[in-house]
């Protein structure tokens, strides 16, 4: 584990394990992963598709409570069930844009929503702020999701993220539901509002690319265990010592 000073950490796991199922059908998917972030800085968390990397993404972000081990922010430890306060800090980014919003709402009521559950004020001008900073112009909150394109969409939903003004944006698979010709513009745009905002990424992918792109550290996963982290220097380099670190990276390359 990363060695960080207490003042600085960000978001961090110990012991986190999640199992599925009873008896003969239970199934270990997250297996006593230890995750350590500083703030401001970018991880990446990559491996093949049922790894488990998803399913701890979610009991970050509070959307799976049925989890053993300890989920801390800012050194304070997260019970299972969050308060509103924890949303404030940590927001998330999911994978497919179009799935994520509601088609019945405009993008104005999309980033209403959380400012009125947080109780904020200046709602006009927080939503005109946001669109703007996601490369949007103010004409978009009168528009439906369908009206929308790939892209736009997502940036809409990353608008949603930042609307509260979080700390800390967890990032599941955020470009992998778009056209190549878009996902240059969109990992641009999470570069952009990372140093803008001094944010801090959790990025879950199995796209080296974007990990590549967005990300200072790096561990791989394999059956819901951390196998080993790198550098983002070393994943370019394929500087790796696991045996199967080495696969996954020659699978992905071919």
Not at 46 to 58: A, D, F, Q, V, Y
Request: glycine residues 6%.
């Amino acid at each position: 584990m990363n060695v960080i000073p207490s003042a600085q950490r960000s978001i961090e796991t110990l012991a986190l394990s999640i199992a599925f199922g009873e008896g003969r059908q239970r199934r270990q998917v997250v297996d006593n992963v230890n995750i350590l972030l500083g703030q401001g800085e970018s991880y990446g968390l990559i491996g093949e598709s049922g790894c488990g990397k998803s399913t701890l993404l979610r009991a970050l972000a509070g959307l799976n409570h049925h989890y053993q081990g300890h989920i801390l922010l800012n050194n304070r430890e997260q019970q299972h069930r969050r308060d509103k306060g924890f949303y404030r800090d940590v927001q998330m980014v999911f994978q497919d844009p179009y799935a994520s919003l509601h088609p019945r709402k405009m993008v104005w009521n999309t980033l209403r929503e959380p400012l009125q559950l947080q109780g904020l004020d200046r709602h006009e001008t927080r939503i005109s702020e946001v669109l703007n900073a996601v490369g949007l112009s103010d004409a978009f909150r009168y528009r439906y999701p369908h009206q929308l394109s790939g892209g736009q969409r997502q940036r809409v939903a990353i608008a949603r993220a930042l609307i509260l003004e979080p700390s800390i944006l967890l990032l599941d698979e955020p470009t992998s539901a778009l056209d190549v010709s878009v996902q240059a513009e969109i990992l641009n745009l999470l570069s952009q509002m990372r140093r803008q905002r001094r944010l801090t990424y959790l990025l879950v992918t199995h796209d080296l690319a974007v990990v590549a792109h967005l990300c200072d550290r790096v561990s791989i996963m394999y059956q819901g265990r951390l196998l080993e982290e790198f550098t983002a220097d070393a994943l370019r380099q394929e500087n790796v010592t696991h045996a199967y670190s080495r696969r996954f990276l020659a699978a992905s390359e071919g």
